[in-house]
């Protein structure tokens, strides 16, 4: 049903998938939001007002803004109870349900939109989308919203470089919907973004990504000072605040 690649490792993919937990606090504080836009453009399909599920909603950085909008009854799902206690504590009118995209605690078509932040490539979609399909409303539509440094530029790519890891090199799986009869047809649009950061901060941020989480103690400490040293030697990002570019890539797709 979907592009798995021929190397895939589901051990190594559970562990990044579940290392979130223990650094829920810092996942929050130093990982960038989404785009109004971004949000607005995966909504729109599904109409005015609509009912929304924020599935593997983390710790409440799309929550956030979905209780912003104009949505008529917002619920989020997560597996992770840290990271379901971090979202209490930052989107307190929204309580996190225990759960995961594979098993959706919700009834049949009881939602008109399922958006998933920085969450759908760890989904097992051969067993996700059907579930997503029936707890969407005829007409409903779901959404993928991904935050990617913009590696078009020159120190960014750079930044990239400096962040690898032996477990970053690994192969996982592909940011996409597939088109499947489930949600036969896909859109994308990509919307631009960014993130004030400094040199630390940024730093920070890549502390929180899956593959620097498992790593083991001395492998994590050097490459995060290789990548301090990095920002710290590249005009852009050397001296106080800058702009992190970020592109946000955005799918969904409308229920068959």
Same mark, same amino acid.
Do not use: C
């Given at each position: ?17 579940? %290392?979130?937990?223990? %650094? ?11 785009? #109004? ?7 729109? $399909? ?19 803004? +979905? #209780?912003?909008? /104009? ?35 919700? =009834?049949?078509?009881?939602? /008109?939109? *399922? ?8 989904? /097992?979609?051969?067993?996700?989308? $059907? ?6 409303? =005829? ?8 935050? +990617? ?7 960014? !790519?750079?930044?990239?470089?400096? !962040? ?13 919907? $597939?088109?499947? =009869?489930?949600? =036969?047809? *896909? ?11 400094? #040199? ?6 890549? #502390?929180?990504? %899956?593959?620097?989480? *498992? ?11 290789? *990548? ?9 990002? !050397? ?11 955005? +799918? ?5």
């Amino acid at each position: 049903m979907h592009a798995t690649p021929p190397d895939w490792d589901p051990d190594l993919a559970a562990r990044r998938a579940s %290392s979130f937990g223990a %650094s829920a606090r810092a996942y929050a504080a130093e990982r960038p939001d989404y785009p #109004a836009d971004a949000v607005r453009w995966a909504l729109e $399909p599904a109409g005015p007002a609509p009912r929304v599920l924020d599935l593997g909603s983390g710790t409440g950085k799309l929550t956030e803004m +979905l #209780a912003r909008m /104009d949505v008529r009854e917002l619920t989020a799902v997560e597996p992770d109870p840290d990271m379901r206690a971090e979202a209490e504590r930052r989107v307190p009118g929204v309580r996190p349900l225990a759960g995961s995209a594979e098993d959706i605690p919700l =009834p049949d078509g009881s939602v /008109d939109a *399922v958006l998933a932040g920085q969450a759908m490539h760890w989904f /097992d979609l051969d067993r996700a989308l $059907p579930e997503i399909h029936r707890v969407l409303a =005829p007409g409903g539509v779901v959404g993928g919203l991904w935050n +990617l440094d913009d590696d078009r530029v020159g120190w960014v !790519a750079g930044l990239q470089e400096a !962040a690898r890891s032996s477990v970053s090199l690994r192969h996982w799986r592909p940011r996409t919907i $597939p088109s499947t =009869p489930y949600f =036969p047809e *896909v859109e994308r649009a990509e919307f631009p973004h960014s993130q004030r950061r400094t #040199a630390e901060s940024l730093v920070a941020t890549i #502390a929180t990504h %899956s593959h620097i989480l *498992v790593l083991d103690e001395r492998e994590r400490a050097a490459v995060l000072d290789r *990548v301090l040293t990095y920002l710290r030697g590249v005009p852009e990002t !050397a001296e106080g605040e800058f702009d992190l570019p970020i592109v946000t890539l955005t +799918l969904r797709a409308r229920r068959a």
